[in-house]
């Protein structure tokens, strides 16, 4: 079948590189952000995630910058690996159970 | 994945048929949901559970049943399978905390579903 990241926003990068991948979400009253990474053939696996109290979080290799004046999300991976290839996704959520998912930025690691 | 289990993995099956996906949890999770994921759409939620006897609609239920009798276990029901429906189903479940707040989804590996 179709692979789930045909169809989407796609960034290349050079192994070596960082990436950044972003996302606008609707709603000014989101108040708690995640990115997923959907690797082919899987289901989507939590990266990092951020409050809205918060503007930077940082993980391993990963940084999520949170802008709320202009509901812009951001995902930074440093030194990109052929690894990270996959299709990455942001989720809102607002105070309820019912994340609000972005459709999703494929990432191609060329070596 | 997170001690999440779907099955089957494949199925093909006709227009007309009945089909049931299930979703297995040994996380004791309060929250499970289905969704499914089209080229193009992203995921789409068809319907969610937030306890035992306790579902909701998505935004793209129509044609889809579920039902929830015990904790672990989460059913999706197509009553008849429409080529429309084809298309890869994934399970999620979330510990969530009361008031919203955290509320990170774990995901099962999906299950790839064509109706011919």
């Known amino acids: 079948g179709e692979s789930v990241g045909l169809h989407l926003p796609t960034l290349s990068v050079q192994e070596g590189d960082n990436s950044i991948i972003n996302c606008a979400y609707s709603?000014?009253?989101?108040?708690?952000f995640i990115w997923y990474k959907q690797e082919s053939g899987k289901g989507p696996q939590f990266i990092i995630d951020?409050?809205?109290?918060?503007d930077k979080r940082q993980g391993q290799r990963v940084t999520v910058l949170l802008n709320k004046t202009v509901k812009h999300l951001s995902l930074q991976i440093a030194a990109t690996q052929p690894g990270d290839s996959a299709v990455y996704f942001c989720?809102?959520?607002?105070?309820?159970?019912?994340?609000?998912f972005g459709r999703g930025t494929s990432l191609i690691v060329h070596p | 994945d997170a001690g999440i289990t779907q099955s089957p993995r494949h199925k093909v099956t006709e227009t007309g048929t009945p089909v049931t996906l299930r979703c297995h949890q040994t996380?004791?999770?309060?929250?499970m949901y289905w969704y499914r994921q089209d080229p193009g759409h992203g995921l789409r939620l068809i319907h969610y559970?937030?306890?035992?006897?306790?579902?909701d609609k998505g935004e793209v239920s129509d044609g889809y049943s579920v039902s929830r009798s015990k904790t672990e276990d989460f059913l999706l029901t197509l009553e008849s399978a429409t080529s429309s429906q084809t298309s890869v189903y994934f399970c999620?479940?979330?510990?969530?905390?009361?008031?919203?707040?955290?509320?990170?989804?774990?995901f099962g590996a999906g299950t790839r579903l064509s109706v011919l």
């Open positions: 999620a479940i979330s510990e969530a905390t009361s008031g919203g707040g955290k509320n990170i989804q774990y």
């Open positions: 709603n000014s009253a989101s108040d708690y």
């Open positions: 951020i409050r809205s109290n918060m």
């Open positions: 989720a809102e959520n607002r105070k309820s159970y019912i994340p609000t």
């Open positions: 996380e004791n999770h309060r929250y």
């Open positions: 559970s937030y306890g035992v006897k306790d579902t």
